[in-house]
């Protein structure tokens, strides 16, 4: 089994349509792929009906970690679990005030994008950084996620609902699944996820960490393996895939099939 259990549709801020991105997964050589889209399960039924591949159900989870974002896969969730579905919805609402505002933050820091063009981009997704980011990029503006832009406390930034990683952690639990933290280290993230800060979340129910990413090197995947056997904590690897919104090809990290078996016991 070759198993990638972190990619990305255009239902969020991915550039492959859900209906595709099972047969990318096979042709990448993939026999199991879970869809993890921000904050929805728009493209899930989609990418269902499509796979002949094992399609996992999942999410990926806007959450606060004391004072900045980390995001939580949730796998082998039940969609229909209202809490759950109530919430995601209630991030998105906001995730459409907050975009409408940071885009008026752009354009009053000089920079000549337009609503309408960051909606076109997204394509009907729920709109996010990344769109933004995308209209930056078109006039020119390739230093999107800085402080001088959209980065976390950036200049254009604007403050966002979101859950607290405990809270988010009992839903995915509560929806019948299993909660990862994706990235916890990724070199492109504002701060790192602290040793200690693991262990509360172990605490908390949490179940594994995506340890093997494109954006945790070597030395970082060793360390978070280690933290992982010490507080019986699972280790994923998973590719993030984008599309064509981030250099990564389906399958570039993954998951044992091991792993995979003990996630599906803990769900």
């Known amino acids: 089994m070759?198993?990638?259990?972190?990619?990305?549709?255009?239902?969020?801020?991915?550039?492959?349509?859900?209906?595709?991105?099972?047969?990318?997964?096979?042709?990448?050589?993939?026999?199991?792929?879970?869809?993890?889209?921000?904050?929805?399960?728009a493209g899930l039924a989609e990418a269902t009906a499509a796979a002949d591949i094992e399609l996992v159900p999942g999410v990926e989870i806007s959450c606060r970690l004391d004072?900045?974002?980390?995001h939580l896969l949730g796998l082998f969730v039940d969609p229909g679990y209202e809490p759950l579905a109530g919430e995601l919805e209630l991030i998105r609402t906001d995730r459409?005030?907050?975009?409408?505002?940071?885009?008026?933050r752009c354009r009053?820091?000089?920079?000549?994008i337009s609503l309408s063009q960051v909606r076109g981009i997204a394509a009907g997704a729920p709109l996010g950084r990344p769109h933004i980011a995308a209209a930056l990029a078109a006039v020119g503006i390739t230093d999107a996620f800085t402080p001088e832009w959209i980065a976390d406390g950036g200049r254009a930034d604007v403050p966002k609902h979101v859950l607290s990683t405990v809270d988010a952690v009992a839903l995915v639990r509560a929806a019948g699944g299993v909660a990862v933290l994706a990235h916890p280290r990724s070199v492109k993230r504002r701060a790192a996820v602290s040793d200690a800060q693991l262990g509360a979340l172990a605490e908390a129910g949490l179940a594994g960490i995506e340890v093997d990413h494109p954006e945790q090197p070597p030395e970082v995947r060793d360390r978070l393996r280690e933290v992982a056997a010490g507080l019986g904590l699972l280790a994923t690897g998973s590719s993030d895939f984008h599309g064509?919104?981030?250099?990564?090809?389906?399958?570039?990290?993954?998951?044992?099939?091991e792993v995979l078996a003990a996630l599906r016991a803990r769900g």
Do not use: N, Q, W, Y
């Open 2 to 41: 070759t198993i990638d259990l972190h990619a990305h549709s255009t239902a969020s801020d991915g550039t492959t349509p859900p209906a595709e991105l099972p047969r990318l997964a096979a042709e990448a050589g993939l026999t199991v792929l879970a869809l993890t889209d921000h904050d929805t399960f």
């Open 67 to 70: 004072d900045f974002e980390v």
């Open 96 to 104: 459409e005030r907050r975009a409408v505002r940071m885009v008026e």
């Open 108 to 112: 009053e820091l000089g920079a000549p």
């Open 244 to 257: 064509d919104r981030k250099p990564v090809r389906l399958g570039e990290c993954t998951t044992a099939p």
